[in-house]
């Protein structure tokens, strides 16, 4: 078989080109949506809807465990919707992209606005959290996916998102009218970013028609849950960083409460959420050298583990500010690799499945919506039960003080449920079976199917003009 020629050949070289910095670049800058809403929900939305909502704290249960557990539904839906999407002329992924972000914007606004009907409150913040959740799904599952299809050259490179951890919410101690309005203007400066992100990505990144795709068996959504759990190293992954993700959303789900009532941080909570948050982000630059170098399982165990011994330290130790901060320090590390290493590893499964399954295409947001799933479905669990078990405790809405009931049922949510999930998560990952040696082999033999399919297709392509 001859290699192509001509125009073929110089197309065939432009479509392996290399990522430039600039579209590295924007497709970074558009997982700033995701982590900018996920954070601010994650770390304020239950003591917004106890303390400036003033719900009942079953009803807030209720509305975060069905918002999450909805939203986790969505997510493989959304992934095979987005698997069978035809190709347009802005990509298949992007429109996705488009078309939700100004209807996701909308529903995050709303769910920082107090209805002023007293009765429809918890209507209210149910409809537009399930709404914004599944919009925001609409973005991120295709977004995910992006990994697979801007370029269709194999790079070396570890899947890379840029995480802006940098806007926080206002201080409890205000005023219940000041602390509405300046919810609505930190979620309204939050939308802006967003709609600025999206339009960034957009401009910026350009997603590459696969030919081989013309060849790609369409499969039913059965059939793709079928294939997806049943390839070994990805039920691995996810089952492992499952127990992991859901340790740090229930510290993140009850840290702002435990903060100011069990270590009565009122006036320095905020500080101390935006040290978490930089350091989080300043640490990735590290981590992603540090997993090029050693390795991504090593990766994940060293910066996991790191938090541990400052988490079990902060529910040790009476109350003190110093000893707060180190914790966030050090917490804002493994938090940047929980939700980096995830996203990273999952092309290295993609991978390992298409060498075993190369007649199958189609199917690369399956993989990455049912992680998503997985997570959402199992963190909604953990906040709703969080949540119900500070209504059974006897938490008291806007409340200066809470009893010791409390006080005690909040250091078990952040501190020895989350370590024993975190060991748990750990020992899974152990039996994960692609190390460093086996991804380069992966990449490898991609690359090398790759190139022959680009031959087939220039060749077939030059008989038929012949």
């Given at each position: ?296 399982k090593t990766a994940v165990y060293l910066g996991i583990t790191w938090a541990v011994p400052f988490m079990i330290l902060m529910v040790c130790i009476k109350s ?147």
């Amino acid at each position: 078989m001859k290699p192509p020629s001509g125009r073929n050949a110089v197309r065939t070289k432009e479509r392996r080109k290399p990522l430039s910095v600039c579209s590295k670049l924007c497709y970074a800058v558009g997982g700033a949506p995701y982590q900018i809403t996920g954070s601010a929900l994650g770390f304020f939305l239950q003591i917004y809807l106890l303390d400036v909502a003033q719900l009942d704290p079953f009803y807030a249960s209720i509305i975060l465990f069905v918002g999450r557990a909805w939203d986790a539904v969505t997510d493989p839906c959304v992934g095979f919707l987005v698997s069978r999407t035809k190709w347009t002329r802005f990509g298949r992924m992007m429109p996705w992209v488009l078309l939700s972000t100004p209807f996701a914007v909308t529903c995050y606004f709303l769910i920082w606005y107090v209805p002023a009907v007293e009765q429809g409150k918890v209507l209210w913040y149910l409809v537009f959290y399930c709404l914004f959740q599944s919009l925001q799904t609409c973005f991120h599952v295709p977004y995910s996916s992006f990994t697979m299809f801007i370029s269709l050259y194999i790079s070396t490179l570890p899947y890379k998102k840029l995480t802006y951890h940098f806007l926080t919410y206002p201080n409890v101690t205000r005023s219940l009218d000041d602390t509405k309005e300046a919810y609505m203007i930190a979620s309204g400066v939050i939308c802006a970013i967003y709609v600025l992100c999206a339009t960034i990505l957009f401009v910026g990144v350009k997603e590459q028609k696969d030919i081989s795709q013309k060849k790609a068996k369409p499969i039913t959504f059965c059939q793709g849950l079928r294939l997806v759990m049943g390839h070994g190293p990805y039920v691995k992954l996810v089952l492992g960083f499952l127990f992991i993700s859901l340790a740090f959303m229930l510290m993140e789900g009850n840290f702002a409460l435990f903060l100011t009532y069990a270590l009565d941080h009122r006036e320095d909570f905020q500080n101390i959420l935006l040290v978490i948050m930089l350091s989080g982000t300043i640490s990735i630059p590290f981590w992603q050298w540090f997993l090029t170098r050693f390795g991504k399982k090593t990766a994940v165990y060293l910066g996991i583990t790191w938090a541990v011994p400052f988490m079990i330290l902060m529910v040790c130790i009476k109350s003190n500010l110093v000893i707060s901060y180190m914790v966030s320090v050090a917490t804002g590390a493994s938090v940047a690799v929980a939700f980096l290493l995830p996203w990273s590893m999952l092309p290295d499964v993609v991978d390992d499945f298409k060498l075993k399954n190369p007649d199958i295409r189609g199917y690369e947001a399956i993989f990455f919506s049912f992680y998503v799933f997985f997570t959402k479905f199992a963190s909604g669990v953990s906040l709703g039960i969080s949540t119900l078990s500070l209504d059974f405790a006897g938490y008291v809405s806007r409340g200066c003080y809470q009893p010791e009931s409390v006080i005690l049922t909040l250091k078990v949510l952040v501190s020895p449920v989350p370590v024993a999930l975190i060991a748990i998560g750990l020992l899974i990952l152990k039996t994960y079976p692609i190390d460093e040696e086996k991804r380069k082999s992966n990449r490898k033999l991609l690359q090398e199917l790759l190139d022959t399919e680009d031959s087939e297709s220039e060749t077939t392509a030059l008989g038929s003009v012949v």
